[in-house]
């Protein structure tokens, strides 16, 4: 996996965590972004501050 976090990957190694620790931190923390950013979308959902239908149509084109 590709991280782009070099901030976070030069604070973890200044720290003294080894680079494979640091991959795995970094795994950790793609995982957390990642459900964060799902949840950040269906809160937005539900609130009516995101309209996934327009969304959905807009990235298929009106033939869906």
Known sequence: MSHQRPE???WL???GY???????ILERLDQYD???NRE???DA??????????LIKDA???GG
Not at 18 to 24: D, F, S, V, W, Y
Not at 45 to 51: A, H, S, V, W
């Open 40 to 42: 950040s979308v269906f």
């Open 13 to 15: 190694a200044e720290r």
């Open 18 to 24: 080894p680079p494979a620790a640091i991959e795995k």
């Open 45 to 54: 959902m539900e609130k009516g501050e995101f309209d996934m239908d327009a």
């Open 34 to 36: 990642s459900r964060v």
């Open 8 to 10: 976070i990957s030069q």
């Open 60 to 62: 298929l084109g009106d």
